[in-house]
């Protein structure tokens, strides 16, 4: 069996002396998706930065594509083939939905519009973008920019893609729109990790789910095998 394209190994970390994570281990294998669920302060949003280097951890608790990379800094880790769609989004306001794609290109050094993650297919994937390609970001609604952070994040070419709560603050048409383009990146070989806090949408757009709860996995396992009894066990403790 090959090596998953991104693990972590009895990840520990938080911030400071404040410990939020405690052991964690995950992969994730090419053009996976898996869905990390758990209630608000469980940790996952702390994981997915721990991952991409945005807060101290050991070398061998990361590896992606072969190395142990643990405590890159970010801008490295989006070069060697990691992305992130942080949470809320964070657009550059006062640029254009196109401006806001060229600094995504320019940051991750990438030459303009090669690999296959190019700009006219992203507008393919979201037409929407395509027509409102000059507008400035801010006008835009907030599942455009949610669109404009995915795309963002898929023109550095990641070979993972972290996501994080995609779905926060959306309209239920809005969440169904911006998840159904989940397989179509992942068929292209991408893999996903979705921080999630809506169970129902996790499970049915993924092939594996992690649950968290204080910092620790208490369930895992395929998403289609799992039951509604086992997560509320692991996502609020039980005895
Ligand atoms: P949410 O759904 O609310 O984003 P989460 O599962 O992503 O929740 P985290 O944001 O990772 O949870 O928080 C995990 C723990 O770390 C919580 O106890 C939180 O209060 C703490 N925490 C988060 N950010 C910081 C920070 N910048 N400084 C100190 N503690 C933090």
Redesign the pocket.
Known sequence: MSEPILSTHALSG???D?Q?LFGVDMHIDPGEVIALI??????????L?SVFGMLPVAKQMVRFDGADVGGTPAHKMVRQGLAMVP?GRRLFAGMSVEDNMRVAIDNARLPEDQGQWTRDRLFDLFPILGEKRREMVENLSGGQQQMVAISRALLCQPRVLLC??ISLGLAPKVIREIYAVVPEISAAGTAIVL?E?DVSLAKSASNRLYC?LE?RITLSGASGEISRDEIATAYFGGS
């Open positions: 938080g911030y400071g404040f939020a758990g209630a608000n302060g469980a940790g996952k949003s702390t994981f930065k949470e994080d709560e921080v806090q968290m910092g």
